[in-house]
């Protein structure tokens, strides 16, 4: 099976501080992705990587930052953060082609900004 | 950019009862998708749908992919206490397209 794993399920920041939200996957997959997800608006993407090093802005990206230096870690950065970026956040992965649409997710990182 | 209306936003039944979601968009995707999130877990891929018109089933639910290519539909038959969570449709506009597009979720709660 394939495992998608978030470094935290809750974290409590205050305003300003770096927060660092970490993902790994097992299956070697291609494509990583970051969301956020808020109650009425779904999941809004904020940033993508399809290879190492490599990385796309989504719909949200102002105010994030993303790194990815291995092929299994993708990471997402909050640079200052703001209380509206409290929120969960959900990191996904994906092989290409048409499973570019299987994203496989992981539990998510409920993240509030003080 | 593009948008996906889905809904009802949420929805009150009884086990046993079937249950319709839909979902629309101002403009075609090519792939119509629909995840399932569990309560405290990542969304999981339930059905994926390719062609217009396509019809598919995964034991008791069953999705359309609209003639037009701006609407999906799911339809879960018999509901079970398992199956209460939110449940999402997602587009894809091409193959060439480098995101989904997720709609707002169905919060569907069922009453044993």
């Known amino acids: 099976d394939v495992k998608v794993t978030q470094s935290s399920r809750y974290l409590v920041k205050r305003t300003g501080e770096k927060v660092f939200l970490e993902c790994v996957q097992d299956?070697?997959?291609?494509?990583m992705f970051w969301y956020r997800q808020d109650p009425g608006l779904g999941l809004r993407l904020i940033y993508f990587s399809y290879d190492v090093k490599m990385k796309e802005k989504g719909d949200i990206p102002e105010g994030y930052s993303v790194s990815r230096e291995k092929k299994e870690r993708f990471s997402l950065i909050l640079e200052s953060a703001s209380t509206n970026q409290t929120s969960m956040y959900l990191c996904a992965s994906s092989l290409g082609g048409q499973a570019y649409n299987e994203q496989f997710f992981g539990p998510g990182t409920r993240l509030t900004v003080l | 950019g593009q948008q996906l209306n889905q809904s009802p936003q949420s929805m009150f039944i009884q086990e046993g009862e079937d249950v319709s979601m839909n979902c629309t968009s101002s403009s075609i995707f090519n792939t119509w998708l629909w995840y399932k999130q569990d309560p405290g877990e990542g969304p999981v891929l339930l059905i994926a749908l390719y062609k217009a018109g396509e019809l598919t089933s995964n034991g008791r639910l069953t999705a359309q992919f609209g003639i037009t290519r701006k609407d999906s539909f799911l339809n879960i038959s018999a509901s079970i206490p398992s199956d209460v969570g939110i449940y999402f449709c997602?587009?894809?506009?091409?193959?060439?397209?480098?995101?989904?597009?997720f709609g707002q979720g169905t919060r569907l709660t069922i009453n044993p």
């Open positions: 299956m070697d997959h291609e494509n």
């Open positions: 997602a587009g894809r506009a091409g193959a060439g397209a480098q995101k989904l597009v």
